[in-house]
């Protein structure tokens, strides 16, 4: 039984640059959000989907952020010309939509802006 | 808009003790709440969760309880071990089993 994966661990890169994570959640949940946490603080919901569809973004997901999840299994999140700002951990996570809806994370991609 | 707050921020306690942890949260329009525990550096682990119509669940030395009309759940950990070192967060899931809003976490160091 695989969890919740998420591809890469770290990324490190230039102010201005482009990045792009995967998700990949657990294969009978149907339901993927995306959330942010920096330093000391508590994870801040981005967006989340439901099969392919994109049900909810947050407003702190700007123009300069895009999520998909073409085919309703794997998800991608892109960051375009990234700011130092944009350093935080970002994690994924899963979930069914009937019964408990427990959530379950993966391991979170750390993203560093130089 | 749903808010979520914990205190204390970070607690020191020594080996055995028994200690309650505080979320409060200012919408009681949820489907469940969910603690969670995180190790430095990496993801959330689920330790338990509280439908909207229950009132507390256990599981081994953990106990959570809710309480919807005042905006409460405390996690209670019996005979804390050092391993229970790590940051605890509650989460409250919106009505609608979409997001979840989380606080910002209780730092717990249990010494030896």
């Known amino acids: 039984d695989t969890g919740v994966s998420q591809d890469p661990r770290h990324k490190i890169t230039k102010r201005g640059q482009n990045v792009t994570f995967r998700c990949d959640p657990i294969?009978?949940?149907?339901?993927l959000y995306w959330y942010r946490q920096t330093l000391g603080q508590g994870p801040e919901f981005l967006t989340y989907?439901?099969?392919?569809?994109?049900?909810?973004k947050s407003r702190l997901l700007s123009d300069r952020f895009s999520a998909e999840r073409p085919k309703g299994s794997f998800s991608t999140l892109e960051i375009q010309r990234t700011e130092q700002g944009d350093s935080a951990m970002y994690l994924c996570?899963?979930?069914?939509?009937?019964?408990?809806?427990?959530?379950?994370f993966g391991p979170g991609t750390r993203l560093t802006v130089t | 808009k749903q808010e979520v707050t914990q205190i204390p921020a970070a607690l020191s306690v020594p080996e055995g003790e028994n200690l309650v942890l505080n979320c409060s949260f200012t919408?009681?329009?949820?489907?469940?709440l969910q603690w969670f525990r995180q190790d430095p550096g990496k993801g959330l682990t689920s330790l338990l969760l509280i439908q909207s119509s229950q009132r507390e669940q256990t599981s081994g030395r953990l106990n959570a309880s809710l309480d919807k009309s005042s905006g409460r759940s405390t996690l209670y950990i019996a005979a804390s071990q050092p391993g229970d070192s790590a940051t605890y967060l509650c989460a409250m899931r919106d009505a609608n089993a979409g997001k979840s809003t989380f606080g910002d976490g209780t730092t717990l160091t249990v010494k030896p």
């Open positions: 294969s009978e949940h149907n339901r």
């Open positions: 989907f439901q099969n392919e569809a994109q049900l909810e």
């Open positions: 996570a899963s979930s069914l939509t009937q019964g408990l809806v427990e959530q379950y």
């Open positions: 919408d009681s329009a949820i489907y469940n």
